[in-house]
């Protein structure tokens, strides 16, 4: 019986940060990040201040929430791969399948709510500053879960930071790359192909430790 108040509990929270997260970002795409105050925020969300930081410790982090269901799926597409699937290939497969959906996190969406927020957020450097916590939490997340894969547990742990890093960072230029197309007046069908190809380029290079590098 005590799982029923508990489960009810965190969606009223959840309800709470959604709500909380969209009327900011509404504000501050109408308005721009700096000239919206944290009271605005709160009156249009219907809360108060003191609420709102229990949620929220800052205004960037009401931006970036969205993002925040994002910060472990690396890690969760690693721990939820098929038997005799390899990281690399399940990380692979996740991002072209993001592609083909034109999920924002990709870069490869163009629906205008979508490109508003992107300018907002690389527009606002005290949000691009923000972003980098998110992404070292997302490195850290599937670090851990790198950590656990038989060829790797065992060996020196700093093998499972490095790909990580490498991974995440990935992702985030592919991302980015298929950003700025869309920016520049590109369509999501029409960058696909190159999307996809890029993305196949990225995971090789991962696969072969960058050895044009070496």
């Known amino acids: 019986m005590s799982e029923q108040p508990t489960g009810l509990r965190r969606r009223k929270r959840q ?22 105050s ?5 009156e249009a969300a219907e809360v108060s201040k003191p609420t ?18 994002h910060e472990d799926e690396a890690a969760r597409v690693v721990a939820g791969r ?22 924002p996190v ?29 992404t ?7 670090a851990a879960e790198l950590a656990q894969v038989p060829a790797v547990r065992g060996g020196p742990q700093l093998t499972a930071r490095l790909a990580a890093g490498q991974i995440v960072t990935s992702q985030r230029v592919l991302a980015t790359a298929n ?19 890029e993305a196949h380029h990225a995971f090789a290079l991962l696969r072969t430790g960058l050895r044009p590098l070496a």
């Open 38 to 42: 944290v009271s605005e925020i709160a």
């Open 15 to 36: 309800r709470t940060y959604q709500t909380i997260s969209e009327a900011a970002v509404s504000l501050f795409l109408e308005k721009g990040f700096d000239a919206v």
């Open 82 to 103: 098929g038997t005799g699937v390899s990281p690399l290939t399940a990380l692979e497969e996740h991002f072209l399948a993001g592609l083909e959906s034109r999920d």
């Open 136 to 142: 070292a939490r997302s490195e850290e997340a599937l």
């Open 52 to 69: 709102l930081f229990r949620y929220f410790p800052a205004k960037e982090d009401m931006a970036l929430h969205r993002f925040a269901d």
């Open 106 to 134: 990709t870069g490869l969406c163009d629906e205008p709510e979508v490109l508003a927020f992107h300018r907002l957020l690389y527009g606002t450097p005290s949000l691009v500053a923000r972003l980098h916590s998110y």
């Open 179 to 197: 950003w700025q197309r869309i920016a520049q007046g590109a369509d999501a069908d029409s960058t696909f192909e190159a999307a996809r190809d």
